[in-house]
């Protein structure tokens, strides 16, 4: 069964920091992409950042320099570093896994993030 438990969002200010996990379980990294999204109130959920198998990342534009995506293998988690915080970062955010063969994707109940202005 596979399981992704998100945590570490919470209230910041703007120009705070905020680090996000992603705990994985029933998924190995080997097969699946891993990723963050997230999902402002009355807007359509968001790429954000992702990580391959293969370890190459990608960002979405207004997180770009701001958010580091990484990956700890042994621990199995996620983590989605965010620096200098601005009010339009706050939206639920999600970690992903999606397999690079069958393409099904697993999505975790998702963790709020509020930057307070």
């Known amino acids: 069964q596979v399981q992704l438990v998100e945590s570490g969002g919470g209230l910041v200010q703007a120009g705070g920091s905020l680090r996000l996990s992603c705990a994985a379980s029933?998924?190995?990294?080997?097969?699946?992409?891993m990723a963050w999204y997230r999902q402002a109130p009355g807007k359509e959920r968001e790429f954000v950042a992702s990580f391959s198998p293969g370890g190459s990342t990608k960002y979405a534009d207004s997180p770009k320099g701001r958010f580091t995506i990484s990956r700890d293998n042994a621990k199995k988690t996620v983590y989605l570093e965010m620096n200098n915080l601005k009010f339009e970062d706050t939206a639920v955010y999600y970690c992903?896994?999606?397999?690079?063969?069958?393409?099904?994707?697993?999505w975790g109940q998702g963790t709020q993030v509020t930057v307070s202005s």
């Open positions: 029933g998924i190995t990294f080997s097969t699946n992409s």
């Open positions: 992903n896994a999606r397999n690079i063969w069958s393409l099904v994707s697993y």
